[in-house]
């Protein structure tokens, strides 16, 4: 079965950090470009960032650009990381990784496997 685990969410204060971590098994993980997206309560789901299926490139969504986002992926362990640091209130939501064979993509319609969610709520 194709399964992707987000965890690493919380509860954390303005202004600081969380990791989240989606590990993914089932399919072949290296074919696949890996995306964070997210989900405020009442807002549609948005693309955060999203990394590329072989050379590490990297697309950011509006919302996040600027910000001490990163991720990152390590294909040997199927898993990909995103680092969020400085957070404040409006980073609340529900986030959630997927995958896509599009090489690049924060499209969301393209994602063809999601995972369940984490939730990170951010107090200020």
């Known amino acids: 079965d194709v399964q992707l685990q987000a965890s690493g969410g919380g509860l954390v204060q303005a202004g600081g950090s969380l990791r989240l971590s989606c590990v993914a098994s089932g399919f072949t993980f290296g074919d696949y470009a890996i995306g964070w997206f997210r989900q405020a309560p009442g807002k549609e789901r948005e693309g955060v960032v999203c990394?590329?299926?072989?050379?590490?490139?990297?697309?950011y969504g509006d919302s996040v650009k600027g910000r001490f986002i990163t991720i990152s992926r390590d294909n040997a362990k199927n898993t990909v990381y995103l680092q969020m640091n400085t957070l404040n209130p409006e980073d609340t939501a529900v986030y959630y990784c997927?995958?896509?064979?599009?090489?690049?993509?924060?499209?969301?319609?393209?994602?063809?496997?999601w995972g369940q969610g984490t939730q990170v709520t951010v107090s200020s």
């Open positions: 997927a995958a896509t064979k599009s090489i690049l993509s924060s499209t969301r319609t393209l994602y063809d496997y």
């Open positions: 990394i590329s299926i072989d050379d590490d490139r990297t697309y």
